[in-house]
């Protein structure tokens, strides 16, 4: 059985920093592409970033360009999501997402695998 878990959100003020990590089980994670999606209150959960299966491919939505870095720790079966400059605007429910298909990375309907999420909240 496939278990995601993310840890590391929390209360931070604007313009500071988390690191988001997400241990998976269950599954040969070096063969997993790893994806990170955000759902805010009232809003659909949208796609923040993704890295494939080697770490060769990460892919950013432009809002978070230059702010977030996506990495993976394959031996540690870990993928991260370093967040500095945060915004009150990035408050949301952070989830972590694998798929054994790598596309362009940005689709939630192409991940097979869903953490239960973290929260992330910046206050103004």
């Known amino acids: 059985q496939v278990q995601l878990v993310e840890s590391g959100g929390g209360l931070v003020q604007a313009g500071g920093s988390l690191r988001l990590s997400c241990a998976a089980s269950?599954?040969?994670?070096?063969?997993?592409?790893m994806g990170w999606f955000r759902q805010a209150p009232g809003k659909e959960r949208e796609f923040v970033s993704a890295?494939?299966?080697?770490?060769?491919?990460?892919v950013y939505t432009d809002s978070v360009k230059g702010r977030f870095t996506i990495s993976r720790a394959n031996a540690k079966n870990t993928v991260y999501l370093q967040m500095n400059s945060l915004k009150p605007e990035d408050t949301a429910v952070y989830y972590c997402a694998g798929t054994l298909r790598w596309r362009t990375g940005t689709e939630k309907e192409n991940y097979d695998y869903w953490g239960q999420g973290t929260q992330v909240t910046v206050s103004s």
């Open positions: 890295i494939s299966w080697s770490g060769s491919n990460t």
């Open positions: 269950g599954v040969t994670f070096s063969s997993v592409s």
